[in-house]
């Protein structure tokens, strides 16, 4: 099974920036599984906001395109979302993920205040 931790949320002023991350274990799977980021804003569903896979290939949301950026450094085990130009409606819980694995972290908070 994998453990996922996520940190790096906070508050920030619309136009700001983040940095997310999301610590991966076992060590050394993460070079091998496709990594996702969502997030929930209360009221609403989980969304998918961006992903990475094992070869490198990124897709992105269409709210956060241009904006976000998702990396990965497997010798860190860790995968990352840099969050530029944020706007309130950015404020949620986000979320990392493996596709195929049940297992989801505690997230992290992200509010963007006007």
Known sequence: QVQLVESGG????????LRLSCAVSPRNIISIITMDWYRQAPGK?????????????????????????????????????????????????????????SSWGQGTQVTVSS
């Not at 490198?56 to 241009?66: A, E, L, Q």
């Open 10 to 17: 906070g508050l920030v002023q619309a136009g700001g920036s």
């Open 45 to 101: 569903q989980r969304d998918l906001v961006a992903r990475i896979t094992s070869g490198g290939n990124t897709n992105y949301g269409d709210s956060v395109k241009g904006r976000f950026t998702i990396s990965r450094d497997n010798a860190q085990n860790a995968v990352y979302l840099q969050m530029n130009s944020l706007k309130p409606e950015d404020t949620a819980v986000y979320y990392c993920h493996a596709p195929g694995f």
